[in-house]
């Protein structure tokens, strides 16, 4: 059973910078589409960036220039590196990993809905302040 943990969420204000990660278990021993998620309050979780296992990474247009997603396959985590947050960023990180594609993310990025992805982390929260 693949585990996903969370750490790096708090409160900061409007331009400030956080720095998720995401500990995967069985992180070497299987290929993985990676991605981090967010659901705000009231809204539908959406996907924010994906990673695959050569290193290929897409994001969301909002997001753009703006987080930076990761991965250092040595420590088996994930990172999103967030910069210049929003407001608008406020909500509850997720990340994500599914291995249906052998390492490789499909489809466009903005469409994923949570069944697409087999194993989910806890959560960590973000709250962006103005």
């Known amino acids: 059973q693949v585990q996903l943990v969370e750490s790096g969420g708090g409160s900061v204000q409007t331009g400030g910078s956080l720095k998720l990660s995401c500990v995967v278990s069985?992180?070497?021993?299987?290929?993985?589409?990676l991605a981090w998620f967010r659901q705000a309050p009231g809204k539908e979780r959406q996907a924010v960036a994906s990673?695959?296992?050569?290193?290929?990474?897409t994001d969301r247009d909002s997001v753009k220039g703006r987080f930076t997603i990761m991965k250092d396959n040595a420590k088996s985590t994930l990172y999103l590196q967030m910069d210049a947050l929003k407001p608008e960023d406020t909500g509850t990180y997720y990340c994500?990993?599914?291995?249906?594609?052998?390492?490789?993310?499909?489809?466009?990025?903005?469409?994923?809905?949570?069944?697409?992805?087999?194993?989910w982390g806890q959560g960590t929260q973000v709250t962006v302040s103005s």
């Open positions: 994500a990993a599914d291995d249906g594609g052998i390492g490789y993310c499909f489809g466009a990025l903005d469409l994923w809905e949570d069944s697409d992805f087999a194993h």
């Open positions: 069985s992180f070497n021993s299987k290929k993985y589409c």
């Open positions: 990673i695959d296992v050569d290193g290929g990474a």
